[in-house]
């Protein structure tokens, strides 16, 4: 009996671990800023042209980027990220795009992003990767 009241008490103790345990959204906070490196992809022929977030049908003008999977959360899951607008600054300028799909390669900050927007951002995609900072507007 002491047996079994003890394994309760710790699927007790981890299931509230568990449910304290952060949100993507919740470690992501509106007007903080983030660093980290800007790559591209072409949503209709690399990942394929439906996005992680609902399946939001996405192309390579889209104004839309793939969050890095640390910041995105469960890549089997609909992030609370998606739908977020974000503004991200790189060495050739700024534009303002939407978080729509999910980055499985990229690390926390990171960004795939489409060739519209990495043309705007980063500059030449023959670099083919520039660091950004982006936040949450």
């Known amino acids: ?40 992809y072409k949503p209709a022929t690399e990942g394929g042209p439906k996005g992680a977030c609902d399946g939001q049908h996405i192309d390579d003008d889209s104004p839309i980027v793939a969050l890095n999977k640390d910041q995105y959360g469960d890549l089997d899951s609909k992030s609370d990220m998606c739908g977020s607008k974000i503004k991200i600054k790189g060495e050739a300028g700024e534009a303002t795009a939407t978080i729509v799909d999910a980055c499985p390669e990229c690390h926390h900050g990171d960004l795939d992003l489409t060739p519209t927007l990495f043309k705007k951002v980063v500059g030449d995609m023959d670099i083919g990767e520039g660091d950004i900072t982006w936040e949450v507007v």
């Not at 710790?10 to 345990?21: K, L, M, P, Q, T």
């Open 1 to 40: 009996m002491q047996v079994h009241l003890s394994f309760i008490a710790a699927i007790v103790a981890f299931s509230a671990y568990v449910a304290a345990a952060p949100t993507a959204a919740a470690l992501i906070k509106r007007g903080e800023s983030y660093s980290g490196t800007a790559t591209w």
